[in-house]
T-cell receptor, first 112, second 114 residues
Framework: QQQVKQSPQSLIVQKGGISIINCAYENTAFDYFPWYQQFPGKGPALLIAIRPDVSEKKEGRFTISFNKSAKQFSLHIMDSQPGDSATYFCAASGRTGNQFYFGTGTSLTVIP | NAGVTQTPKFQVLKTGQSMTLQCAQDMNHEYMSWYRQDPGMGLRLIHYSVGAGITDQGEVPNGYNVSRSTTEDFPLRLLSAAPSQTSVYFC?????????????FGQGTRLTVV
C-alpha cells in the first residue's frame, strides 16, 4: 500500500510556466514532508521541505503548499526552466526523519 | 566531500547468487537506510538503521539482510538473488534535526538478476 500518493505521473510545461505536483498521505504520524529532485543516473537530492506547523514554504522559484486537514501537499515551480526537467518525488517521514516514504514520482519536462 | 558512496555502480547476478552492496558515509550521520527504485513505484524502504548495532525492517525487507557495525558503513546483502530484485538501489544517510532532516543519497547501484 502506497503511503504517499503522487500525481501526475508525468508533466510537460512550457518554459516560464508553472509546474504543479500534488501529493496526499494518510498517516497522521507523518511530521516532515520533503520534495526530492532526481536527474537521470543520479541519486535524489533534497529540493525543499516543510513541517506541518506552516501552510506554505517558499525557496526561490519553489513553493510547498501544505493542507494539514486534507492531508495534502503540493510543489509549485514558478517560471519553469528547461534545467528543471527531472523526476520529482514527494516524501513523508516521522519527526526524526529516519524512515522516508516516497511517492511514485513525477517526470517533469520543460519545453524551451 | 565524498558524502554517501555506493559500490559497485553496476552488477549483473545470476539467480541464486549472493552479493553485498556496499554503502559508506563520511558525514557522521546516525541514520542510514536502503531503498530500491523501480519504474512507477518510486523509492521503497528496504531496511534502515538509527545507529551502530541497531537495524530495522522497512516496507520491502524480504530477501535482504543488513548489519551496522560502524557509524560509517551499512552494507546490504542479497542472500539468494531473484529476478524480482532487479532494481536500482540507493543508500541514504541522515541526521535528526529540529527543522530539516535531509537524507543524502548515494549515486545508486543498478542491479540486474538474470
Amino acid at each position: 500500500q502506497q503511503q504517499v500518493k503522487q500525481s501526475p505521473q508525468s508533466l510537460i510545461v512550457q518554459k516560464g510556466g508553472i509546474s504543479i505536483i500534488n501529493c496526499a498521505y494518510e498517516n497522521t504520524a507523518f511530521d516532515y514532508f520533503p520534495w526530492y529532485q532526481q536527474f537521470p543516473g543520479k541519486g535524489p537530492a533534497l529540493l525543499i521541505a516543510i513541517r506541518p506547523d506552516v501552510s506554505e514554504k517558499k525557496e526561490g522559484r519553489f513553493t510547498i503548499s501544505f493542507n494539514k486537514s486534507a492531508k495534502q501537499f503540493s510543489l509549485h515551480i514558478m517560471d519553469s526552466q528547461p534545467g528543471d526537467s527531472a523526476t520529482y518525488f514527494c516524501a513523508a517521514s516521522g519527526r526524526t526523519g529516519n524512515q522516508f516514504y516516497f511517492g511514485t514520482g513525477t517526470s517533469l519536462t520543460v519545453i524551451p | 566531500n565524498a558524502g554517501v558512496t555506493q559500490t559497485p555502480k553496476f552488477q549483473v547476478l545470476k539467480t541464486g547468487q549472493s552479493m553485498t552492496l556496499q554503502c559508506a558515509q563520511d558525514m557522521n550521520h546516525e541514520y542510514m537506510s536502503w531503498y530500491r527504485q523501480d519504474p512507477g513505484m518510486g523509492l521503497r524502504l528496504i531496511h534502515y538503521s538509527v545507529g551502530a548495532g541497531i537495524t530495522d525492517q522497512g516496507e520491502v525487507p524480504n530477501g535482504y539482510n543488513v548489519s551496522r557495525s560502524t557509524t560509517e558503513d551499512f552494507p546490504l546483502r542479497l542472500l539468494s538473488a531473484a529476478p524480482s530484485q532487479t532494481s536500482v538501489y540507493f543508500c541514504a544517510s541522515s541526521t535528526p534535526s529540529g527543522t530539516v532532516a535531509e537524507a543524502f543519497f548515494g549515486q545508486g547501484t543498478r542491479l540486474t538478476v538474470v
